[in-house]
């Protein structure tokens, strides 16, 4: 079992920067990925960014590439999500995500590839 604690969350006026924390513990040796998702009220959750633990190869939502960046520390096994010039539109539980093992046509981008969930983080970009 992996255990997903996220915080950094809260309100931010637009063009603002928060950055998201990621903390994993117990059987996180052999991790393969870990992802940030969202979701806002009356919407499915969807992909924002992903990593692979031992690569570092990053992949990013078209609607965040170039403001948001997903980074790790293997010591502390840790994921960070950085967000720069936050938007309104960006207002979303933020969730992150943990695959233990790569399994063959598991495409990061979607939900069901994860297998291990944080409680959530709320982050509101007021304009």
């Known amino acids: 079992q992996v255990q997903l604690v996220e915080s950094g969350g809260g309100l931010v006026q637009a063009g603002g920067s928060l950055r998201l924390s990621c903390a994993a513990s117990?059987?996180?040796?052999?991790?393969?990925?870990m992802g940030w998702f969202r979701q806002a009220p009356g919407k499915e959750r969807e992909f924002v960014a992903s990593i692979t633990w031992t690569g570092g190869a990053t992949s990013y939502a078209d609607s965040v590439k170039g403001r948001f960046t997903i980074s790790r520390d293997n010591a502390k096994t840790t994921v960070y999500l950085q967000m720069n010039s936050l938007k309104p539109e960006d207002t979303a539980g933020y969730y992150c995500a943990a695959l233990a093992s790569y399994r063959s046509g598991s495409s990061l981008r979607r939900t069901e590839s994860f297998d291990y969930w944080g409680q959530g983080t709320q982050v509101t970009v007021s304009s």
């Open positions: 117990g059987r996180t040796f052999n991790m393969y990925a």
